[in-house]
């Protein structure tokens, strides 16, 4: 068990974070607990499928929840030794973007359409830093450079830039006024393979050169195994599985984990069957008893479906919800 | 034994207001039964365009298609519905594919009832038999399309595929929208029904991994043309075309301590649209010079290995 | 536990009491599940009926004049009052319904028949037939809707089954319009090509698969046109082309209540109230059948 003193050392926390939505009468519980840590200049990966909850705790975070619907919405986040659940929003405005800056999954819709790039990234400098208008589109000019857009193009506007393009142009948002924190919610899926590989290089040699911490969201095992330091796997709005990428990697322990490198295709090239995990996903507003993974688990038994499972720890900082892990 | 398809020189231009887009330019392959050729490449490379001109969804502008010795590049109305019962299509999107107001159960029914071989009670019969096939539940004869999760509508559109009982199959990105679990069991499916119904699939995807795991042979396309044709083990082992090169290292792996060695190529994929002749990986490719900007042939490289680039043997030391 | 399952056997009890979805009769299951879609339906017909029953049962024959009762405010003998010649409301309305609602109902029905043929074929078939179908419409559509049926009228004559040709066919471009927009969005979904590759023909995949999901959002524009096309008659028989006088009609009951508003106003308040239910009415109920007619919506 952690304690205390450690626990505050990072950069970020969240604790016990619980989202709740109201839809057609339901309760849709879309993220149930969740708990993770993430060093300064470390990337977390928030791994898991359609549904699992991902972008709602990017959003929690994020403190953009859609406020008509959000039922419940609770736990702690600390950024920087500061509870940024508790602050009020205007304080929490000022961070977003400074301290605290997210990239989405389509970078078609992220961009106004009527507004030059430069501008829209200058934009965004000077809402959060006093510069005059000279000063800040100057700074886009170098951000979008620093993203690998020449300087001469940064008048032209989104439509002129293809998919892979606009993303390095949210990325340069994203990144324009130097947060210290960068969620990235799938930030390579609406891309072509070629281009994902482009902005994944660009995004770790960002990474590296900014000292930037970040969360990366996203349901391909490939992805994170090329970018991330720390993984949390999501299920059904819990963490099941966390640990360093080499324990997550070479020795999964939950047996959704294992699963889910078991359905990648080409891992066993022996057989041409793959193992599909059965059955579907819980649906969120009816929640399985005991463990949310045990309808489809095969090692599953009455314990697991009686009580709510608790983390456990497998080896030091690698922990797992299952009553028979490791396996 | 002779194959089952075989494409020739096949074209398709649309013309748009911008000019003539060149989607399909030049395709040459050769299918054999019970096999399966999956199709790769980016966005915007034809992939699909060419899985619909094969089927006849889009008339073809150039070339050859035959199927089973017989030539169906331009059918009449008669033929050409005889030759839709031997070829049908899985689409990619399981939402846009299935009509939003007929169930799951008219879905299915709906090409046995314009083929005229089943009626009344056969019908039922027919259409739960279907269902049992490709693993809907019973209870979801008389579901919409909405009620049900993306894995099972899939399994809905493979069923209507199914049900004029064809032999050839263009499955176009039919897993690509679904989560890894649920892709294994859709992709073990179509691999059950190839082997009971001996099928033949052309599989287009943009998702190498998938397409390594359930082809024979893999066509790689690059903005409309053939760059790159093997079996699927020789690609993966052995590509030549340094698009394949460059597509094949992007995947990003999961083997954490092998990572691919990744060859990042520069700029992106533009629009076919009235294309210089030549080799139209040029402006990316790392080894393009004077000699690329003519047209190029496809040539055979080995035995069933045909590569389109001119510089192939010198990049890869070929004698 | 039990109890959630006797719950879910009763839903599903409940579900297999509910006719197929998509037929006239789920439709009419779900509308009747609609409160106000239902006291719409009520109004409506009730509106029918008495328009029809009305000559029997009221004592007031609708055109008789009566220069003792002029101006007559609401009484025993009059409930609704009368207007400048002595006339009794109620019975003027009553009987006037038939006009209003009648013209309303197959002038709309024209409209959106020919309308949604014309939209479809334009739309699915594009190219040529496109071009000559729309640019044929964009001419019709170039004058204001009640301008063209008041030209419409002027040449055909005057007279309730001409107000209705006139109405009907200076709808068309509307209708036809929205057809086609919504057609465009359809014809290069999946499920189209899919249609194609099982051998529909071209007839079967428009009337099968692209109008019923096209035909969704026009419900609710059908019925709100029936209340417009009502108002419209009304207008005609201002300008004395459509229904003529004495025949009773609503607009033209308020055209003409409209000179006394401050002395009388129940003169202008009961036709007003009249026009008001009806329109509310429609419009309900084209929200009910469409929400009965998407399959999104069910339960």
Redesign the interface.
């Known amino acids: 068990m952690k304690n205390i003193t450690e626990e505050s050392k990072h950069f970020l926390s969240v604790q016990d974070m619980v989202v709740q939505y109201r839809s057609e009468g339901k309760v849709v519980m879309a993220v149930n607990g969740v708990s993770f840590d993430l060093d300064k200049g470390k990337t977390i990966g928030l791994v898991g499928e359609t549904g699992a909850g991902k972008t709602s705790i990017a959003k929690a975070i994020m403190r953009i929840l859609p406020d008509h619907s959000t039922y419940q919405n609770s736990g702690k986040v600390m950024l920087d030794q500061e509870d940024i659940m508790s602050i009020p929003e205007q304080e929490m405005r000022k961070l977003r973007g400074h301290k605290l800056s997210m990239i989405f999954q389509d970078p078609m819709t992220a961009l106004n359409p009527v507004k030059s790039v430069a501008e829209q990234i200058a934009e965004a400098v000077r809402l959060h830093s006093d510069s005059n208008k000279v000063q800040a589109m100057k700074r886009a000019k170098d951000m979008l450079e620093l993203v690998g857009i020449s300087a001469d193009r940064a008048n032209e506007y989104p439509h002129q830039f293809s998919g892979g393009m606009k993303q390095r142009v949210v990325i340069a948002m994203a990144l324009a006024c130097d947060p210290m924190l960068l969620i990235a919610d799938e930030p390579t899926t609406a891309l072509d393979v070629t281009i994902q590989a482009q902005v994944l290089e660009m995004i770790n040699a960002l990474k590296e050169k900014l000292n930037t911490s970040m969360i990366m969201i996203t349901h391909d095992l490939g992805v994170v195994a090329e970018t991330c330091d720390t993984v949390a796997v999501i299920y059904a709005g819990q963490v099941i599985e966390y640990g360093a990428k080499e324990d997550i990697f070479d020795r999964p322990a939950h047996p959704y984990t294992v699963g889910l490198f078991k359905a990648l295709p080409g891992m066993n090239k022996s057989s041409r069957r793959l193992s599909p995990i059965v059955g579907m996903p819980p649906d969120p507003t009816d929640l399985p008893s005991g463990c949310s993974f045990s309808p489809r688990c095969p090692y599953a038994d009455d314990a697991c479906k009686r009580d709510a499972v608790g983390m456990q720890e497998i080896t030091p900082g690698h922990t797992c919800r299952c009553l028979k892990a490791p396996l | 034994m002779s194959a089952l398809l075989e494409v020739k020189h096949l074209k398709k231009y649309f013309s748009t207001h911008k000019g003539v887009v060149h989607a399909v330019d030049d395709v040459t392959f050769s299918l054999d039964e019970g096999k399966t050729m999956g199709v790769v490449g980016e966005s915007g490379c034809g992939k699909s365009t060419l899985g619909r001109t094969i089927i006849h969804l889009q008339e073809p502008t150039e070339g050859q298609i035959i199927f089973q010795g017989e030539d169906v590049t331009h059918l009449k109305r008669k033929d050409l519905d005889r030759l839709r019962e031997n070829m049908q299509i899985v689409f990619q999107d399981p939402y846009s594919s299935l009509n939003p107001r007929l169930s799951v159960r008219d879905t299915i029914a709906e090409p046995l009832i314009l083929s005229h071989k089943f009626k009344g009670a056969a019908l039922e019969k027919e259409v739960n038999r279907l269902m049992e096939l490709v693993g809907i539940e019973k209870r979801l004869h008389n579901a919409y399309p909405h009620e049900m999760d993306g894995g099972r509508r899939q399994r809905v559109g493979i069923g209507r595929a199914l049900a004029l009982n064809p032999k050839f199959i263009v499955c176009d990105e039919p897993v690509s929208a679904l989560d890894v679990s649920i892709q294994a069991q859709v992709l073990n499916l179509l691999m059950d029904l190839q082997q009971e119904n001996k099928l033949t699939y052309m599989f287009v995807t943009h998702d190498l991994s998938v397409v390594r795991h359930i082809s024979d042979s893999i066509c790689v396309m690059y903005l409309g043309q053939l760059v790159e044709t093997c079996s699927t083990e020789e690609l993966f082992k052995n590509q030549l075309h340094p698009y394949s090169k460059a597509l094949l290292s992007a995947i990003p792996s999961v083997d954490i301590h092998n990572p691919t060695k990744r060859i990042v190529i520069k700029g992106e994929i533009v629009s076919p649209i009235d294309p210089k002749p030549g080799c139209r990986f040029a402006a990316r490719c790392p080894y393009a010079c004077e000699a690329c900007k003519e047209p190029q042939k496809l040539e055979m490289i080995s035995t069933g290995h045909f590569v389109s680039c001119c510089r192939v043997k010198e990049i890869n030391q070929l004698s | 536990m039990p109890k959630e399952a006797m719950q879910k056997k009763n839903k599903n009890k409940k579900l297999k009491q509910m006719a ?3 037929s006239a009769r789920y439709v009419w299951q779900r509308i009747c599940q609609n409160p106000l879609a239902l006291a719409s339906v009520i109004i409506i017909s009730l509106m029918i009926v008495l328009s029809i029953i009305s000559p029997f049962i009221l004592k007031c024959e609708y055109s008789k004049i009566s220069m003792q009762d002029m101006y007559a405010l609401p009484s025993l003998a009059h409930p609704f009052g009368c207007d400048e010649l002595g006339r009794d409301i109620l019975s003027r309305i009553l009987y006037g319904a038939r006009f209003t609602l009648a013209v309303g109902f197959l002038s709309v029905f024209m409209s959106a028949t020919l309308g949604i043929a014309l939209g479809s074929v334009a739309g699915y078939f594009g190219g040529v037939v496109d071009q000559v179908i729309m640019r044929f419409l964009d001419v019709m559509a170039a004058f204001p809707q009640l301008l063209l049926a008041i030209a419409i009228s002027a040449v055909l004559g005057t007279g309730f089954d001409k107000c209705i040709y006139a109405l009907g066919i200076a709808g068309i471009p509307h209708f036809a319009r929205m057809m086609r927009a919504n057609i465009l969005t359809l014809r290069n ?3 189209v ?8 023909s071209k007839w ?1 995949i428009i009337v099968h ?1 692209v109008i ?2 096209a035909f969704a959002p026009l419900i609710v524009e059908i019925s709100m046109s029936i209340a417009g096309a009502g108002l419209a008659a009304s207008s005609l028989s201002f300008i004395g082309l459509g229904v003529q006088p004495p025949a009773p009609e609503w607009g033209a009951m308020l055209a003409s209540a409209r000179n006394y508003i401050r002395l009388y106003p129940h003169m202008i308040m009961f036709p007003g109230i009249f026009i008001m239910l009806s329109v509310l009415s429609f419009n309900l109920i084209g929200d009910a059948i469409r929400d009965a007619l998407d ?2 919506l ?1 339960d």
């Open positions: 197929r979805a998509g979904q999946e499920f090509e899919a249609a194609i590759s099982i051998k529909c079967r698969h019923p999901n399959p999104k069910k």
